[in-house]
T-cell receptor, first 111, second 112 residues
Framework: GEDVEQSLFLSVREGDSSVINCTYTDSSSTYLYWYKQEPGAGLQLLTYIFSNMDMKQDQRLTVLLNKKDKHLSLRIADTQTGDSAIYFCAESPNSGYALNFGKGTSLLVTP | KAGVTQTPRYLIKTRGQQVTLSCSPISGHRSVSWYQQTPGQGLQFLFEYFSETQRNKGNFPGRFSGRQFSNSRSEMNVSTLELGDSALYLC???????????FGPGTRLTVT
């Protein structure tokens, strides 16, 4: 299938905001997800947005969706060192039940 | 509510052998999906089961197979292991097709 694109690396200072961007491929995707993976662990579902929404806020997390440009972003406010991990964007195309993942963005938070 | 559990967590096998991995979904979830994660290819979909039926399959050779039991537990099997099968195998469960998927911790398979 086509690729979900993410930048590979992001470094921020503790207390700053982080913005992780993603470009997805399937305009019919019903849900778009953000997952977090810490070293040696599985994927933790952080948040998701339904395709008829533009924005979703959940505590320190804000998801923005631009359907016209097929662009999804995850903003983490007041980033902490515990937020250091790999963040995956995933789309859920209507045509099946498989999630199509990006390669992941490695977030490094420095003190 | 307990999360998705996968056993074993780590496995070392030799080329040519076969392996079976197990996944127990969150209670009440009837859909189980399997993914392979490697540094080179990232996360790739293997297959999805719902009510003991395979509904979707990714682009993997026939050496990769799976099944789901009546209690929604799922197993995947890889026969004639190759070095390239070394990966983290992740299982995810969901209520249904369009529901969010929750992942287990994965099984780290090393083929030598």
């Amino acid at each position: 299938g086509e690729d979900v694109e993410q930048s590979l690396f992001l470094s921020v200072r503790e207390g700053d905001s982080s913005v992780i961007n993603c470009t997805y491929t399937d305009s019919s995707s019903t849900y778009l997800y953000w997952y977090k993976q810490e070293p040696g662990a599985g994927l933790q579902l952080l948040t998701y947005i339904f395709s008829n929404m533009d924005m979703k806020q959940d505590q320190r997390l804000t998801v923005l969706l631009n359907k016209k440009d097929k662009h999804l972003s995850l903003r983490i406010a007041d980033t902490q060192t515990g937020d250091s991990a790999i963040y995956f964007c995933a789309e859920s195309p209507n045509s099946g039940y498989a999630l199509n993942f990006g390669k992941g963005t490695s977030l490094l938070v420095t003190p | 509510k307990a999360g998705v559990t996968q056993t074993p967590r780590y496995l070392i096998k030799t080329r040519g052998q076969q392996v079976t991995l197990s996944c127990s979904p969150i209670s009440g979830h009837r859909s189980v999906s399997w993914y392979q994660q490697t540094p080179g290819q990232g996360l790739q979909f293997l297959f999805e089961y719902f009510s003991e039926t395979q509904r979707n399959k990714g682009n993997f050779p026939g050496r990769f197979s799976g099944r789901q039991f009546s209690n929604s537990r799922s197993e995947m099997n890889v026969s004639t292991l190759e070095l390239g099968d070394s990966a983290l195998y992740l299982c995810a469960s969901s209520l249904g097709a369009t529901s969010e998927q929750y992942f287990g911790p994965g099984t780290r398979l090393t083929v030598t």
